[in-house]
T-cell receptor
Framework: EDQVTQSPEALRLQEGESSSLNCSYT??????LFWYRQDPGKGPEFLFT???AGEEKEKERLKATLTKKESFLHITAPKPEDSATYLC??????????FGSGTQLTVLP | DAGVTQSPTHLIKTRGQQVTLRCSPI?????VSWYQQVLGQGPQFIFQ???????GRGNFPDRFSARQFPNYSSELNVNALLLGDSALYLC????????????FGSGTRLTVV
């Protein structure tokens, strides 16, 4: 069974204080790993797809990395507008997306 | 370009009633997936449809059903509503069922009282 565990559940940062979010997964046959951002009452907004171990992708203050068992979302010098829930999901070859429970990030000014 | 549109945005139903949720995918996208997200959890897969055919079903009871129309829009039906069905119902569209990104709508907030 596919499993995705995200940590921490909640994270409070001061503006400018860099940190990382973790996504640990077990899946047989990974097609891709997705990161999404979700604001309260809204649908998830696509950030990145990673396909193979060692791959990295960046977008503004966010950088996602992938190993065979984990993915990290690094946030450099965050701003209050980065406050949201960040979701990780795995997409196996023969099944649908399985999401983690998310990390709720709060960036204080 | 319009994104994924879902209707209604909010809905309140009574236990035992039936509900229909609607989704229009991004133009050119032929696959629609439905997810249920309860408060504090990640979305959980319910159904995927591609070219009007069911391509996947999650671990949900038979009270949940869906269909896709020739224009690729989709409906999710839930019968005999339970309090536990209260959640945000999300629709995601993609080009196909393979290695494609999924774009989510803003969801329908269903409250069962």
């Amino acid at each position: 069974e596919d499993q995705v565990t995200q940590s921490p559940e909640a994270l409070r940062l001061q503006e400018g204080e860099s940190s990382s979010l973790n996504c640990s997964y077990t899946v047989s046959g990974l097609r891709g790993l997705f990161w999404y951002r979700q604001d309260p009452g809204k649908g998830p907004e696509f950030l990145f797809t990673l396909y193979s171990a060692g791959e990295e992708k960046e977008k503004e203050r966010l950088k996602a990395t992938l190993t065979k068992k984990e993915s990290f979302l690094h946030i450099t010098a965050p701003k209050p507008e980065d406050s949201a829930t960040y979701l990780c999901a795995v997409h196996p070859f023969t099944r649908q997306l399985t999401f983690g429970s998310g990390t709720q990030l709060t960036v204080l000014p | 370009d319009a994104g994924v549109t879902q209707s209604p945005t909010h809905l309140i139903k009574t236990r035992g009633q039936q509900v229909t949720l609607r989704c229009s995918p991004i133009s050119g996208h032929k696959s629609v997936s439905w997810y249920q997200q309860v408060l504090g959890q990640g979305p959980q897969f319910i159904f995927q449809y591609y070219e009007k055919e069911e391509r996947g079903r999650g671990n949900f009871p038979d009270r949940f059903s869906a269909r896709q129309f020739p224009n690729y829009s989709s409906e999710l039906n839930v019968n005999a509503l339970l309090l536990g069905d209260s959640a945000l119902y999300l629709c995601a569209s993609s080009l196909g069922t393979g290695d494609y990104g999924y774009t989510f709508g803003s969801g329908t907030r269903l409250t069962v009282v």
